[in-house]
């Protein structure tokens, strides 16, 4: 069995779909990547779990292996057969046997050296409110590793090539057999000296040392499109770590991190805004200057407008990434009522109160307690 269920690894269910899989992974993959999280051995083995998790159910072969045995690496029986079979002459069961196990029985087992394609590398932008909704371009720095141009990624001095392992003669993998009452098992692990590559390197490249990469510095120019929120990703093809033994490079992924604003408050690809007018306005009506992204708007609140009044101002919000159209900005109406009134103050709201044929009242305590009118 496998030491870790992979499905709980990326905070799955069995059985999850191919989607589900590479968004679990993404996710967790951009939280625990080494350079997000340097010096935390924790997040490191962690990001090798997660990595080691998504290598088997992104595969769809490993994953049926996986699914119905619990475990994808399947090199345990292998040479003289099991109990005394031999797997390898049953005709269609070997056929079967080897697309499960790989050729673990019977055959000469996986070859590990084929090309891999580079990891996937997560950066993050900042951007401000206005940014993210009008987009922006935005040049970041980073440090990846890429394939050496010496050597073009072989790892040998120019003008020499690699050569088979010695030790596992190209496969990339050891195998120890031995012999038990139930028949011969062998053991499969990858090889120590050329570390599952298949092939040694006797001289080495001199810019690259051998590894077939180097630790760079790079510009890249990222097009954030009109939109974006926080959380959102924008994937960068080829641009993550160089692959090994002739594979692609990894991506890119940029996490947009968007700053909050002063006024303006977004839900979605709506924009609301608090706006603050007198009670008199709010009852006689009047004009505001309504601050937008675009820029200041006019708009006519109606007389009787009430605290707490929401108008729309549409087509004024954030526009639809990659889309057509925009949201809407609302106005949240907030009345003021002042705290002090001056004597002309107070003398025309008692005018307003008389005219609204409310009577003021006056109350006075009994000599017993009572209230009088």
Same mark, same amino acid.
């Given at each position: ?64 292996q996986y699914?119905?045995?619990g ?24 056929? !079967?046997?080897?697309?499960?196990f ?22 993050? !932008? ?120 002739g ?24 924009i609301y ?31 009787g ?24 900005q ?8 002042p ?21 003021e ?13």
């Open positions: 069995m496998a030491k870790k269920d992979y499905y709980e690894v990326l905070g799955l269910q069995k059985g999850a779909s191919e989607d589900e899989i590479k968004k679990a992974f993404r996710k967790l993959a951009i939280q625990y990547h080494p350079d997000k999280n340097q010096g935390n051995k924790e997040a490191e083995e962690k990001f090798k779990e997660i990595n080691e998790a998504y290598q088997v159910l992104s595969d769809p072969q490993k994953k049926a699914d119905q045995f475990t994808a690496d399947f090199q345990g029986f292998e040479g003289g057969g099991f109990g005394g079979f031999d797997f390898s002459d049953m005709g269609g069961f070997g056929d !079967i046997f080897d697309s499960f790989g050729g673990g029985f019977g055959g000469g087992g996986r070859r590990r050296n084929g090309p891999q394609k580079g990891a996937d590398l997560e950066y993050t !932008i900042n951007l401000t409110f206005e940014e993210a909704v009008f987009g922006a371009e935005k040049e970041i720095n980073l440090t990846r590793s890429e394939t050496c141009e010496t050597c073009t990624g072989s790892g040998a001095k120019p003008g020499t090539q690699p050569k088979v392992c010695p030790k596992c003669n190209g496969s990339g993998q050891v195998k120890v057999q031995r012999n038990t009452p139930l028949g011969s098992f062998v053991s499969v692990s990858t090889c120590d000296t050329c570390s599952g590559k298949g092939n040694v390197v006797s001289d080495p490249c001199p810019e690259c040392r051998g590894k077939g990469t180097l630790r760079k510095q790079k510009k890249i120019k990222v097009k954030v499109p009109a939109g974006v929120d926080n959380g959102n990703a924008i994937p960068i093809r080829g641009q993550g770590e160089a692959g090994t033994n594979g692609p490079s990894g991506d890119l992924y940029a996490s947009i991190r968007v700053a909050p604003h002063q006024f303006f408050k977004r839900k979605g690809f709506d805004i608090d706006t603050h007018i007198s009670f008199s306005k709010a009852a006689l009506g009047a004009e505001l200057k309504i601050e937008t992204v675009d820029g200041e708007v006019k708009y006519t609140v109606p007389a407008t009430q605290p707490g009044t929401v108008f729309r101002l549409k087509g004024k919000g954030v526009p639809f990434v990659n889309g057509r159209g925009r949201g809407d609302y106005i949240n109406v907030i009345v003021d009522i705290k002090t009134l001056n004597a002309k103050q107070k003398e025309a709201l008692h005018a307003f109160m008389e005219a609204s044929g409310e009577v009242e006056t109350e006075k305590w009994g000599i017993f307690g009572k209230k009088k009118k």
